[in-house]
């Protein structure tokens, strides 16, 4: 399965099927499921990365177990909209995933999702060390949510 466009989710899940958001770090990836009905995304945890394999495999469990039809990567673009070398590294990664299982990814711009939730924790008043523990987790929901909004807003016609 190639790597598919946010206007061809419904078309590459199956009904009653869900997202799992991504946001992909060198040290951890967030992760962020959304409901059946692809209208809201909730952060669920976060994985620490250790090697790609165990990584991996925890990451699958979590699609099997949670009726995971689609992954959504957060696409780190620059600011200017031009693409870097981390850009390069999410598209290997999505690659590999596909490697190990036929499964449709999408991505989605991540400009700024870390700096949206950060401030939102702030404006909380969350400690450092709770905003840490929740970052990651917070960001592939904000992710999620983009691309669900981007589905939702596509799926509308005008009257």
């Given at each position: 399965?190639?790597?598919?466009?946010?206007?061809?989710?419904?078309?590459?899940?199956?009904?009653?099927?869900?997202?799992?958001?991504?946001?992909?770090?060198k040290?951890?990836?967030?992760?962020?499921?959304?409901?059946?009905?692809?209208?809201?995304?909730?952060?669920?945890?976060?994985?620490?990365?250790?090697?790609?394999?165990?990584?991996?495999?925890?990451?699958?469990?979590?699609?099997?177990?949670?009726?995971?039809?689609?992954l959504?990567?957060?696409?780190?673009?620059?600011?200017?909209?031009?693409?870097?070398?981390?850009?390069?590294?999410?598209?290997?990664?999505?690659?590999?995933?596909?490697?190990?299982?036929?499964?449709?990814?999408?991505?989605?711009?991540?400009?700024?999702?870390?700096?949206?939730?950060?401030?939102?924790?702030?404006?909380?008043?969350?400690?450092?060390?709770?905003?840490?523990?929740?970052?990651?987790?917070?960001?592939?929901?904000?992710?999620?949510?983009?691309?669900?909004?981007?589905?939702?807003?596509?799926?509308?016609?005008?009257?």
């Amino acid at each position: 399965m190639p790597i598919c466009k946010l206007n061809d989710v419904k078309q590459s899940i199956s009904d009653g099927q869900r997202l799992l958001g991504l946001d992909i770090g060198k040290k951890t990836i967030g992760l962020a499921l959304s409901d059946a009905g692809l209208k809201i995304a909730t952060p669920v945890k976060i994985l620490y990365r250790t090697k790609f394999t165990p990584d991996v495999a925890e990451l699958f469990k979590l699609v099997d177990e949670q009726n995971v039809g689609g992954l959504v990567l957060g696409w780190p673009v620059n600011m200017d909209g031009s693409t870097g070398p981390r850009c390069d590294s999410t598209r290997d990664f999505a690659y590999a995933l596909m490697r190990i299982r036929d499964v449709p990814v999408f991505f989605q711009d991540e400009r700024l999702s870390t700096q949206a939730v950060e401030s939102a924790m702030i404006a909380a008043d969350m400690t450092r060390a709770k905003r840490a523990v929740r970052r990651d987790a917070l960001a592939a929901g904000w992710i999620l949510q983009s691309a669900l909004d981007t589905i939702h807003d596509r799926a509308i016609t005008p009257e």
